[in-house]
């Protein structure tokens, strides 16, 4: 049985034609997957808010052992059978458009502003009462749970409403109610808490929803039963691919119970996924490594760096503390690590050793650029929306221009001030570079020369009096062009895209192709500063240095990311952990 739900609006639905959970007994053993996409979508943001202090709880039994005592009651079964109409979706509209219900009419505020959460737990009568005054149009449980979701209401609130909600329903608790009371438990850390809803559904639910579980993972990571969130990610990974998160989660179950082993065992798997861990996995192994004297493990962590390397990823401001806390903690090391920046010479401020230049060396310029013209040729899947014909056509018109010193992705351009039409920002563009007496290239699509509001015909031929243009066909991706046609004007040819060819750079073969391409991207690719009027256009500055992690043996430089620093796509760190290995004094 499977049910596909996409979102809030869906929740009553979910009331109304899922199995509900039963607390008690007499839990069938069905088999249940639910996709609750809310749950998933919103985790990344509940889970970033700091939690408050962990109120205390009491155990689900009391809820249970609530419900019960309060199941027979015949009010409340009316209201239950009642309910779903109600709340039905439009059927809130249609009443007020008959115009029968005054009530409907006097509420010019948006219904969702009627619920004042409690914070702190309600008994039945007050409950009732509060949902008396609901005049939303969703089940009034579902906007409460939902609310006091968003607002990390403590667990004992939540509780007592789901204690009520059994009381009216036979014991029986939505999923949705279940798997939101869960988040809160997980949210504050209420790990008995967590055990307790997490033995519920394994009674009730033969598998679950990749919400449930990752939120199950998180909780149970912190008990001495994290050995079962493995099992969960076993379980997930039957029905779909887990995310980093949850990987991520039980790496740190692992490490937090002195599992070394399985921790980086399940990090070799998250790589064998190609998914890129969560920089927050990464540090838990540096913080776990501290003091420890194990070769094996030391030479891991330096894996971990050259991993940063390859991929072109910073560690952020906490991240770098832990690495530099390792670096000084390893026994009989000697290294010692200092915060710093690196000058326009390209030397460093604290030990004035040079950074590795952005430049690449012929040989490698060399390299890069036969493997990507071969790629581009050869047209392997990544290039399927270009047809061989039409690079033809490109590969001759390039051999009848002289080398192009610009590149330019003229969509790209030309969208890149909203305000402007998008001609006029491109002929912006092409007009100043050209004053510059540079050769520029222009890459379009054909519609571009198609008159419409945003392409005008005199502009556009300004643009090509000015600039050597190719319009490919309106289906065709631009990267490839913008690529054969830089790399094969030779190295001191410039490309201006905001697309930063992340797909292309998938597709290469191995790491070092990648990150050459990755280098080559840095000290090649112009960005056009934000704010730019259509007076002066500015570039920004390309740095004479290479903007990675990077080694010598004896040193480290590694760039990290501030944390009250917001740094967009196309920028790098500014900010640096230099690492020097004292040289051992004479005997
Ligand atoms: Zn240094």
Known sequence: MTFYLSGFRNFPKLWK????????????????????????????????????????????????????????RNDSNKQVSSDPHYFAAGAAKKRSHLGGNPQNQDHALPVRSTVQLPTK??????????????????SFEDFVISQMARSCSSVDVAKSLLAWVAAKHHGIVGYNLLVKYLYLCVFHKQTSEVIDVYEIMKAKYKSLESGAYTLLIRGLIHSDRWREALLLLEDIKKVMDP?????????????????VDVAWSLYQELLGRNLVPLLETLKAFFDYGKGINDDHYSNKLLDVLLYLRNNQLYPGESFAHSIKTWFESIPGRQWKGQFTTIQKSGQCSSCGRTIESIQLSPEEYEFLKEKIMRDVIDGGDQYKKTTPQELKRFESFVNTCPPF????????????????RESQNLLGVVSQLAQQNLQLLVLGRKHMLRPSSQWKKDEMEQVQKQAHCFFTDNISEDDPFLLYATLNSGNHCKFITKDLLRDHKACLPDARTQRLFFKWQQGHQLAIMKGFQKSKLTFQHILSYDTVVQTTGDSWHIPYDEDLVQRSSCEVPTKWLCLQRKTQAPC
């Open 17 to 72: 034609s899922n199995p509900y959970f039963e607390l008690g007994p007499a839990a069938s053993s069905a088999s249940f997957f639910l996709t609750v996409h809310c749950v998933t979508g919103n985790q990344q943001r509940w889970f970033s808010v700091k939690p408050t202090t962990p109120p205390n709880s009491k155990t689900l039994n009391l809820l249970v052992a609530k419900a019960r005592t309060h199941k027979k």
């Open 405 to 420: 010193d610009i590149v330019i992705d003229g969509l790209n351009v030309a969208k890149m001030f909203p305000k402007g």
């Open 243 to 259: 995310s980093k998160k949850n990987y991520g989660d039980c790496i740190q179950g692992a490490l937090l119970h002195q599992d």
């Open 121 to 138: 737990p309600l008994n039945s009568e007050e409950w009732d009462k509060l949902k008396e005054d609901f005049k939303g149009k969703v």
